[in-house]
Protein backbone atom coordinates (compact mmCIF):
# COMPACT_ATOMS: atom_id res chain seq x y z
CA UNK A 1 0.00 0.00 0.00
CA UNK A 2 1.48 3.16 -1.12
CA UNK A 3 0.88 6.10 1.75
CA UNK A 4 -0.44 9.50 0.69
CA UNK A 5 1.93 12.69 1.70
CA UNK A 6 -1.06 13.12 4.62
CA UNK A 7 -0.87 9.66 5.93
CA UNK A 8 3.03 10.23 6.14
CA UNK A 9 2.67 13.95 7.81
CA UNK A 10 0.12 12.14 10.81
CA UNK A 11 2.81 9.21 11.38
CA UNK A 12 5.20 11.56 11.78
CA UNK A 13 3.41 13.88 13.84
CA UNK A 14 2.62 10.82 16.48
CA UNK A 15 6.12 10.03 16.24
CA UNK A 16 7.23 12.92 17.85
CA UNK A 17 4.69 12.99 20.50
CA UNK A 18 5.62 9.50 21.47
CA UNK A 19 9.11 10.91 21.34
CA UNK A 20 8.71 13.69 23.61
CA UNK A 21 6.76 11.73 25.77
CA UNK A 22 9.61 9.71 26.58
CA UNK A 23 12.10 12.42 27.14
CA UNK A 24 10.29 13.34 29.99
CA UNK A 25 11.38 10.09 31.95
CA UNK A 26 15.18 10.89 31.42
CA UNK A 27 17.43 13.91 32.12
CA UNK A 28 18.03 15.77 35.25
CA UNK A 29 14.94 17.56 36.16
CA UNK A 30 13.48 19.23 39.55
CA UNK A 31 14.99 21.15 42.12
CA UNK A 32 17.76 20.70 45.21
CA UNK A 33 14.44 19.03 46.95
CA UNK A 34 13.81 16.73 44.42
CA UNK A 35 17.14 15.48 44.44
CA UNK A 36 17.27 15.02 48.22
CA UNK A 37 14.28 13.36 47.59
CA UNK A 38 15.94 10.80 45.82
CA UNK A 39 18.58 10.78 47.88
CA UNK A 40 16.71 9.31 51.19
CA UNK A 41 14.89 6.40 48.88
CA UNK A 42 15.89 3.06 48.43
CA UNK A 43 18.15 3.53 51.85
CA UNK A 44 17.99 1.19 55.10
CA UNK A 45 18.12 1.79 58.39
CA UNK A 46 19.61 -1.67 60.42
CA UNK A 47 19.16 -1.55 64.21
CA UNK A 48 21.37 -3.88 66.00
CA UNK A 49 19.60 -5.65 68.92
CA UNK A 50 22.57 -6.34 71.85
CA UNK A 51 20.33 -9.36 73.14
CA UNK A 52 20.74 -10.76 76.74
CA UNK A 53 24.58 -11.86 78.53
CA UNK A 54 24.69 -15.40 77.25
CA UNK A 55 21.49 -15.51 75.83
CA UNK A 56 22.64 -15.57 72.30
CA UNK A 57 19.58 -13.30 71.08
CA UNK A 58 21.69 -10.89 69.19
CA UNK A 59 19.25 -9.86 66.15
CA UNK A 60 19.24 -7.16 62.98
CA UNK A 61 16.18 -5.31 62.21
CA UNK A 62 15.52 -3.54 58.77
CA UNK A 63 13.72 -0.40 58.91
CA UNK A 64 12.14 1.28 55.63
CA UNK A 65 12.34 5.04 56.26
CA UNK A 66 10.03 5.73 52.91
CA UNK A 67 7.07 3.10 54.23
CA UNK A 68 7.55 2.97 57.84
CA UNK A 69 7.89 -0.67 58.01
CA UNK A 70 10.41 -2.83 59.88
CA UNK A 71 11.62 -5.91 59.31
CA UNK A 72 12.59 -7.78 62.24
CA UNK A 73 15.28 -10.80 62.54
CA UNK A 74 16.47 -10.60 59.23
CA UNK A 75 20.07 -12.45 59.42
CA UNK A 76 17.99 -15.25 61.08
CA UNK A 77 15.08 -15.45 58.82
CA UNK A 78 17.56 -15.62 55.48
CA UNK A 79 20.59 -17.59 56.91
CA UNK A 80 18.68 -20.18 59.53
CA UNK A 81 21.47 -19.34 62.86
CA UNK A 82 21.94 -16.98 65.29
CA UNK A 83 24.31 -14.76 65.27
CA UNK A 84 25.90 -14.94 69.01
CA UNK A 85 26.18 -13.50 71.67
CA UNK A 86 25.90 -9.58 72.95
CA UNK A 87 26.32 -7.59 69.69
CA UNK A 88 28.14 -4.44 70.31
CA UNK A 89 28.37 -2.61 66.85
CA UNK A 90 27.40 -2.40 63.47
CA UNK A 91 29.75 -1.00 60.45
CA UNK A 92 29.31 -0.89 56.47
CA UNK A 93 31.66 -0.78 53.77
CA UNK A 94 30.42 -0.90 49.96
CA UNK A 95 27.53 -3.46 50.17
CA UNK A 96 28.62 -5.23 53.31
CA UNK A 97 27.65 -5.18 57.04
CA UNK A 98 29.71 -6.28 59.77
CA UNK A 99 28.40 -6.62 62.99
CA UNK A 100 30.66 -6.67 65.69
CA UNK A 101 29.60 -9.40 68.32
CA UNK A 102 31.06 -8.57 71.98
CA UNK A 103 30.92 -11.93 74.04
CA UNK A 104 31.37 -14.06 71.01
CA UNK A 105 34.62 -13.46 69.86
CA UNK A 106 34.21 -12.04 66.26
CA UNK A 107 32.95 -10.25 63.41
CA UNK A 108 30.06 -11.48 60.80
CA UNK A 109 29.56 -10.51 57.53
CA UNK A 110 26.86 -9.96 55.97
CA UNK A 111 25.42 -8.57 52.19
CA UNK A 112 23.23 -5.44 52.99
CA UNK A 113 21.13 -6.35 49.94
CA UNK A 114 20.99 -10.25 49.90
CA UNK A 115 20.96 -10.80 53.92
CA UNK A 116 22.76 -13.08 53.22
CA UNK A 117 25.67 -14.11 55.48
CA UNK A 118 29.55 -13.38 53.28
CA UNK A 119 32.04 -14.59 56.05
CA UNK A 120 32.69 -14.98 60.04
CA UNK A 121 36.05 -13.94 61.58
CA UNK A 122 36.72 -15.77 64.95
CA UNK A 123 39.26 -13.05 66.84
CA UNK A 124 40.78 -15.38 69.32
CA UNK A 125 40.10 -14.20 73.22
CA UNK A 126 39.39 -11.01 72.31
CA UNK A 127 35.84 -8.77 73.06
CA UNK A 128 35.61 -6.25 70.08
CA UNK A 129 33.81 -3.15 70.54
CA UNK A 130 33.88 -0.87 67.42
CA UNK A 131 35.64 -0.79 64.17
CA UNK A 132 37.26 1.97 61.69
CA UNK A 133 38.13 1.69 58.45
CA UNK A 134 42.37 1.93 58.28
CA UNK A 135 42.55 1.28 54.03
CA UNK A 136 41.41 -1.46 51.63
CA UNK A 137 39.92 -4.28 53.60
CA UNK A 138 41.99 -3.87 56.65
CA UNK A 139 39.77 -2.40 60.08
CA UNK A 140 40.88 -1.38 63.23
CA UNK A 141 38.74 -3.11 66.07
CA UNK A 142 38.84 -1.83 69.84
CA UNK A 143 38.34 -4.35 73.00
CA UNK A 144 37.00 -3.94 76.25
CA UNK A 145 39.41 -6.33 78.41
CA UNK A 146 42.53 -7.42 76.36
CA UNK A 147 44.58 -3.92 76.26
CA UNK A 148 44.71 -4.12 72.42
CA UNK A 149 43.72 -3.37 69.49
CA UNK A 150 42.88 -5.78 66.36
CA UNK A 151 44.33 -5.04 62.54
CA UNK A 152 41.71 -7.33 60.70
CA UNK A 153 41.06 -8.14 57.11
CA UNK A 154 37.74 -8.52 56.84
CA UNK A 155 38.31 -10.13 53.20
CA UNK A 156 41.31 -12.83 53.99
CA UNK A 157 40.10 -13.17 57.65
CA UNK A 158 43.52 -12.32 59.38
CA UNK A 159 44.25 -10.13 61.99
CA UNK A 160 47.19 -8.98 64.28
CA UNK A 161 47.08 -7.10 67.37
CA UNK A 162 48.64 -3.51 68.87
CA UNK A 163 49.40 -3.35 72.04
CA UNK A 164 47.13 -0.23 74.03
CA UNK A 165 46.24 0.01 77.50
CA UNK A 166 42.71 0.16 79.14
CA UNK A 167 38.79 -0.44 77.66
CA UNK A 168 38.89 1.13 74.24
CA UNK A 169 35.51 1.87 72.59
CA UNK A 170 34.42 4.51 69.70
CA UNK A 171 37.17 4.72 67.08
CA UNK A 172 37.65 7.79 64.63
CA UNK A 173 39.50 8.59 61.59
CA UNK A 174 41.18 11.66 60.92
CA UNK A 175 40.41 13.23 57.65
CA UNK A 176 44.02 13.20 56.35
CA UNK A 177 44.23 9.15 57.20
CA UNK A 178 46.82 9.74 59.22
CA UNK A 179 45.47 9.01 62.85
CA UNK A 180 42.52 7.19 63.92
CA UNK A 181 41.57 8.58 67.42
CA UNK A 182 40.72 6.13 69.74
CA UNK A 183 37.51 7.07 73.15
CA UNK A 184 39.12 4.94 76.81
CA UNK A 185 36.57 4.54 79.07
CA UNK A 186 39.61 3.84 81.32
CA UNK A 187 41.27 6.88 81.19
CA UNK A 188 38.07 8.78 79.86
CA UNK A 189 40.70 10.47 77.97
CA UNK A 190 41.48 10.30 74.19
CA UNK A 191 44.28 7.95 72.56
CA UNK A 192 45.73 8.04 69.15
CA UNK A 193 46.67 5.00 66.67
CA UNK A 194 48.85 6.18 64.09
CA UNK A 195 48.26 4.71 61.37
CA UNK A 196 51.85 4.43 59.43
CA UNK A 197 53.78 3.17 62.63
CA UNK A 198 50.99 1.01 63.86
CA UNK A 199 51.88 2.40 67.58
CA UNK A 200 49.42 4.32 70.12
CA UNK A 201 50.26 7.78 71.98
CA UNK A 202 47.86 7.89 75.00
CA UNK A 203 45.76 10.56 76.28
CA UNK A 204 46.95 12.64 73.96
CA UNK A 205 44.07 16.04 74.72
CA UNK A 206 44.14 17.64 78.34
CA UNK A 207 39.96 16.81 78.13
CA UNK A 208 39.21 15.15 81.39
CA UNK A 209 36.45 13.16 81.78
CA UNK A 210 35.34 12.46 77.93
CA UNK A 211 32.30 10.95 77.60
CA UNK A 212 32.22 10.60 73.96
CA UNK A 213 34.00 11.50 71.02
CA UNK A 214 32.44 12.43 67.79
CA UNK A 215 33.83 13.88 64.04
CA UNK A 216 31.93 16.80 63.56
CA UNK A 217 33.04 17.74 59.48
CA UNK A 218 36.41 17.23 59.47
CA UNK A 219 37.03 17.80 63.25
CA UNK A 220 37.44 15.26 65.99
CA UNK A 221 35.83 16.20 68.94
CA UNK A 222 35.86 15.23 72.71
CA UNK A 223 32.32 15.37 74.35
CA UNK A 224 33.03 16.09 78.08
CA UNK A 225 30.74 16.73 81.33
CA UNK A 226 31.31 20.46 80.69
CA UNK A 227 31.24 20.98 77.42
CA UNK A 228 33.15 20.25 73.88
CA UNK A 229 36.77 20.06 73.16
CA UNK A 230 37.91 20.25 69.80
CA UNK A 231 41.57 18.08 69.55
CA UNK A 232 42.00 17.66 66.16
CA UNK A 233 43.56 19.16 63.78
CA UNK A 234 43.51 21.88 66.91
CA UNK A 235 43.29 21.49 70.36
CA UNK A 236 40.72 24.19 72.09
CA UNK A 237 37.59 24.69 73.46
CA UNK A 238 34.20 24.69 71.11
CA UNK A 239 31.78 25.45 74.13
CA UNK A 240 30.67 24.78 77.61
CA UNK A 241 27.63 23.29 78.43
CA UNK A 242 25.09 25.30 81.00
CA UNK A 243 25.15 22.26 83.11
CA UNK A 244 26.86 19.39 83.86
CA UNK A 245 26.22 15.87 82.13
CA UNK A 246 27.40 12.65 80.69
CA UNK A 247 26.57 11.48 76.52
CA UNK A 248 25.78 8.22 76.68
CA UNK A 249 26.29 9.19 72.92
CA UNK A 250 26.98 11.48 70.63
CA UNK A 251 26.60 12.13 66.34
CA UNK A 252 27.23 14.73 64.07
CA UNK A 253 24.67 16.23 61.69
CA UNK A 254 26.11 17.46 58.42
CA UNK A 255 22.85 18.51 56.91
CA UNK A 256 21.79 20.99 60.24
CA UNK A 257 25.75 21.05 61.49
CA UNK A 258 24.83 20.15 64.55
CA UNK A 259 26.38 17.85 67.06
CA UNK A 260 23.71 15.12 68.69
CA UNK A 261 24.04 13.96 72.08
CA UNK A 262 22.79 11.22 74.02
CA UNK A 263 22.19 11.45 77.48
CA UNK A 264 18.92 11.59 79.47
CA UNK A 265 16.96 13.58 77.14
CA UNK A 266 18.66 14.69 74.07
CA UNK A 267 20.68 17.57 73.37
CA UNK A 268 22.04 19.97 70.34
CA UNK A 269 24.94 21.93 69.46
CA UNK A 270 25.00 24.28 66.49
CA UNK A 271 28.70 24.67 65.80
CA UNK A 272 27.95 28.18 63.29
CA UNK A 273 25.83 29.86 66.20
CA UNK A 274 27.24 28.27 69.33
CA UNK A 275 23.61 27.37 69.85
CA UNK A 276 23.18 24.92 73.00
CA UNK A 277 19.48 23.43 72.79
CA UNK A 278 17.45 20.77 74.36
CA UNK A 279 15.97 19.27 71.35
CA UNK A 280 13.98 16.15 72.67
CA UNK A 281 12.28 15.30 76.02
CA UNK A 282 11.21 12.04 76.92
CA UNK A 283 11.21 9.60 80.34
CA UNK A 284 12.09 6.81 77.95
CA UNK A 285 15.17 4.46 78.30
CA UNK A 286 16.84 5.95 75.31
CA UNK A 287 20.18 3.88 74.40
CA UNK A 288 21.26 3.89 70.64
CA UNK A 289 21.48 7.07 68.40
CA UNK A 290 22.36 8.10 65.06
CA UNK A 291 21.26 10.98 62.52
CA UNK A 292 20.29 10.80 58.88
CA UNK A 293 22.46 12.64 56.85
CA UNK A 294 20.69 12.85 53.68
CA UNK A 295 17.97 14.73 55.50
CA UNK A 296 18.97 15.47 59.13
CA UNK A 297 16.35 12.92 60.57
CA UNK A 298 17.30 11.69 64.01
CA UNK A 299 17.00 7.59 65.28
CA UNK A 300 16.97 6.50 68.73
CA UNK A 301 16.49 3.50 70.47
CA UNK A 302 14.45 2.40 73.58
CA UNK A 303 15.77 -0.58 75.36
CA UNK A 304 12.73 -0.65 77.77
CA UNK A 305 13.97 -2.59 80.75
CA UNK A 306 16.63 -4.45 78.44
CA UNK A 307 14.88 -7.48 78.74
CA UNK A 308 11.50 -7.09 76.67
CA UNK A 309 11.84 -5.95 72.96
CA UNK A 310 12.69 -2.37 72.58
CA UNK A 311 11.62 0.49 69.84
CA UNK A 312 13.11 2.25 66.88
CA UNK A 313 12.04 6.09 67.45
CA UNK A 314 12.39 8.37 64.12
CA UNK A 315 12.26 12.26 65.16
CA UNK A 316 12.42 15.08 62.54
CA UNK A 317 15.88 16.99 62.60
CA UNK A 318 13.74 19.72 64.79
CA UNK A 319 12.50 16.79 67.32
CA UNK A 320 9.17 15.55 65.80
CA UNK A 321 8.36 12.46 66.56
CA UNK A 322 7.48 10.90 62.58
CA UNK A 323 7.41 6.93 63.70
CA UNK A 324 7.51 4.34 66.09
CA UNK A 325 8.34 0.46 65.34
CA UNK A 326 9.35 -3.02 67.66
CA UNK A 327 12.97 -3.58 67.55
CA UNK A 328 14.13 -6.92 69.20
CA UNK A 329 16.02 -7.25 73.04
CA UNK A 330 18.08 -4.07 73.72
CA UNK A 331 18.41 -1.67 70.57
CA UNK A 332 21.69 -0.20 70.36
CA UNK A 333 23.74 0.45 67.27
CA UNK A 334 22.35 2.18 64.20
CA UNK A 335 23.82 2.69 60.51
CA UNK A 336 22.09 3.62 57.62
CA UNK A 337 22.54 2.40 54.14
CA UNK A 338 22.08 2.55 50.45
CA UNK A 339 20.41 -0.21 48.82
CA UNK A 340 20.79 -1.77 45.38
CA UNK A 341 17.92 -1.78 43.25
Known amino acids: MILSRNNWLLITFILLL ?21 QAENRAVFVLNEGNFQAANTSIDEY ?17 ENL ?19 NSSKIVLMNINSREKLSEIKIDQSYPRYAEHLSGSEWLVSDI ?38 HNKTSNNVDRYEIETKTVSQSVTPAKNVSSIVKADNRICAITKNGIEEIYPQQQ ?41 TLITS ?22 DYSQRGELLRYSKNGDLLDITITGVIPQHIEIADLND
Open 18 to 38: VACDKDEDFGPRGNDNDQNQN
Open 237 to 277: TITTFPDTFTTLRSRYSPSTNQIIMLSNHVFSYNIASNQFD
Open 64 to 80: DPEKQVIDNEIFKDVNE
Open 283 to 304: SRNFYGLQTDSVNGDIYLTDAK
Open 145 to 182: YRDKLYVVNIKTGDYSSVDCSGWTETLLKSSNDQYIFI
Open 84 to 102: GDVGQSLFITHDTLGIIMN
